[in-house]
């Protein structure tokens, strides 16, 4: 049973920080590249930042760069953001994602997502 579990979110005062992380099984996680979105009331969802399979490539919205990053733990079928600098337009709903290309088909699994409140 695939599962992605996200983990983390709660409120936090603007420039404030949290990490969240995405725990992940019934997949081989480490052949999969994962991403974080998040959506906001009223809002579509919208890519925040991605990470290729082994790590070594990463990408970001550009609202978030250099305040947010994105890493893995294969060992540990793991994926974590660390948000820095928290803004009150950071507020949404994250999810990750997992996904892959196998024989010209794509998998992708989400996860049931995590709050983030930024206020005062």
């Known amino acids: 049973q695939v599962q992605l579990v996200e983990s983390g979110g709660g409120l936090v005062q603007p420039g404030g920080s949290l990490r969240l992380s995405c725990a992940a099984s019934?997949?081989?996680?480490?052949?999969?590249?994962m991403s974080w979105y998040r959506q906001a009331p009223g809002k579509e969802r919208e890519l925040v930042a991605a990470?290729?399979?082994?790590?070594?490539?990463?990408n970001y919205t550009d609202s978030v760069k250099d305040r947010f990053t994105i890493s893995r733990d294969n060992a540990k079928n793991t994926v974590y953001l660390q948000m820095n600098r928290l803004k009150p337009e950071d507020t949404a709903v994250y999810y990750c994602?997992?996904?892959?290309?196998?024989?010209?088909?794509?998998?992708?699994?989400w996860g049931q997502g995590t709050q983030v409140t930024v206020s005062s």
């Open positions: 990470v290729t399979s082994g790590g070594r490539s990463t």
């Open positions: 019934g997949f081989t996680f480490s052949s999969y590249d």
């Open positions: 994602k997992a996904r892959r290309w196998y024989r010209a088909r794509a998998y992708e699994y």
